[in-house]
T-cell receptor, first 112, second 114 residues
Framework: QKEVEQNSGPLSVPEGAIASLNCTYS??????FFWYRQYSGKSPELIMS????GDKEDGRFTAQLNKASQYVSLLIRDSQPSDSATYLC????????????FGTGTRLTIIP | KAGVTQTPRYLIKTRGQQVTLSCSPI?????VSWYQQTPGQGLQFLFE???????NKGNFPGRFSGRQFSNSRSEMNVSTLELGDSALYLC?????????????FGQGTRLTVV
């Protein structure tokens, strides 16, 4: 089992709808969780950090964390074509030598 | 406030050569970590430096090395380049060392080995 798993997609969502991106992780000791957005040919951009169970909202973005289920999600409301990108979930392991372990990313396409 | 600056942006090298990449973190940030991104393997952690000391290291061969200077700038070196080293090399800057600190990426250096 991979340490951080995401559906690779592509996930297609109509403009104006809610896009839901999911991530599961295997390390029960992980305490912080990050979502990055990466446009094609560009570097990852940090868009959300979440540390506590529950929801965290920032504009059109909401991150949801459930540590008991080892599940973190990102919701994008009122999806725009500019949201089309690959979304990466990143989790620092509670042990070992890595700074961040990344999922393989979900490619999101917003259809106008 | 300036972001993370990586130089050069693009490099083409020949197998067997060595290469040095540079990263200047966000002003005031003291931790620099390096990642390799390839289509097949995704983003993989190389190493992290904080206060001029390597704190963490990923599962890469010894041909990959790095260092950090007193002004927090970091360099990464790859010796005896192989075709498989072709990748986007990303540097990330964090205010402090530790798993809970946010990491901000530079634009990356795209290395092509021929």
């Amino acid at each position: 089992q991979k340490e951080v798993e995401q559906n690779s997609g592509p996930l297609s969502v109509p403009e104006g709808a809610i896009a839901s991106l999911n991530c599961t992780y295997s390390d029960r000791g992980s305490q912080s969780f990050f979502w990055y957005r990466q446009y094609s040919g560009k570097s990852p951009e940090l868009i959300m950090s979440i540390y506590s169970n529950g929801d965290k909202e920032d504009g059109r973005f909401t991150a949801q964390l459930n540590k008991a289920s080892q599940y973190v999600s990102l919701l994008i409301r009122d999806s725009q074509p500019s949201d089309s990108a690959t979304y990466l979930c990143a989790v620092p392991p509670s042990f070992g030598n890595e700074k961040l372990t990344f999922g393989t990313g979900t490619r999101l396409t917003i259809i106008p | 406030k300036a972001g993370v600056t990586q130089t050069p942006r693009y490099l083409i090298k020949t197998r067997g050569q060595q290469v040095t990449l540079s990263c200047s973190p966000i002003s005031g940030h003291r931790s620099v970590s390096w990642y390799q991104q390839t289509p097949g393997q995704g983003l993989q952690f190389l190493f992290e430096y904080f206060s001029e000391t390597q704190r963490n290291k990923g599962n890469f061969p010894g041909r990959f090395s790095g260092r950090q200077f007193s002004n927090s700038r970091s360099e990464m070196n790859v010796s005896t380049l192989e075709l498989g080293d072709s990748a986007l090399y990303l540097c990330a800057s964090s205010l402090l060392y530790g798993p809970d600190t946010e990491a901000f990426f530079g634009q990356g250096t795209r290395l092509t080995v021929v």
